[in-house]
Every structure is written in structure tokens, then in C-alpha cells.
């Protein structure tokens, strides 16, 4: 059974994962680590240091970047309630992509 949270957190990124969302609320455009930086519709490349599937909630991805002192954060949609992130150690660059976020302070 999913909890009350996790709804709102697929909720949360489907809404803001599907291109017909960008004309409503936006995704915050900063994380409260590190000074990150939302990029929409996009994906941060770099060194992938940690990957988690089927997370539950955003706060998985930003413990394991603490852990592991990441440059960056992709958040992709996979499927309709079905969400992966990657930790990057490194950012080198970053490249459109649909259904996916990044977070980073590098650009």
C-alpha cells in the first residue's frame, strides 16, 4: 500500500515531469542542499557515482548525495508511477531530455 506521502511525491513528479505541466506551478527552483539549481527538462551529465530506482521520495536522492558530496541530481520518469535519480559526483555538462529534471549548483 502507498502511503500518503508517496502519492503526493508521484503526484508531485508526474505533474512536474510531463511537458503539459510547464504553463502551472513550476518545480522549486532551488533544493535545500548545496544551493542546487533546478534544470527542467534536462539531464546533467557527469561522473554517476549512485543510482536509486523506484524511489519513494526526493528526500532518498538528497541524503545519498550528501553522502557521497554530489555535484548534481537527475530526477527521470520511467514509467506512468515509476521514478529513478542519479547521484553525480562530477557535472560536465548538461543535454535536453524529456521527463527528466537536474539539480546542481554547477550551472
Do not use: W
Not at 543510482?51 to 538528497?62: P, V
Amino acid at each position: 500500500m502507498i502511503s500518503h506521502y508517496q502519492q503526493l511525491f508521484i503526484a508531485f513528479i508526474i505533474f512536474h515531469l510531463s511537458p503539459t505541466a510547464n504553463s502551472c506551478s513550476p518545480l522549486p527552483p532551488f533544493l535545500n542542499y548545496n544551493n542546487f539549481h533546478l534544470l527542467q527538462y534536462a539531464e546533467c551529465r557527469g561522473a554517476k557515482v549512485y543510482e536509486i530506482q523506484g524511489i519513494q521520495d526526493m528526500d532518498q536522492c538528497i541524503h545519498a548525495c550528501q553522502q557521497f558530496g554530489c555535484a548534481a541530481i537527475n530526477f527521470f520518469q520511467l514509467g506512468e508511477f515509476e521514478f529513478m535519480c542519479e547521484i553525480l559526483g562530477t557535472v560536465v555538462g548538461v543535454v535536453p531530455a524529456q521527463g527528466a529534471a537536474c539539480y546542481t549548483a554547477t550551472f
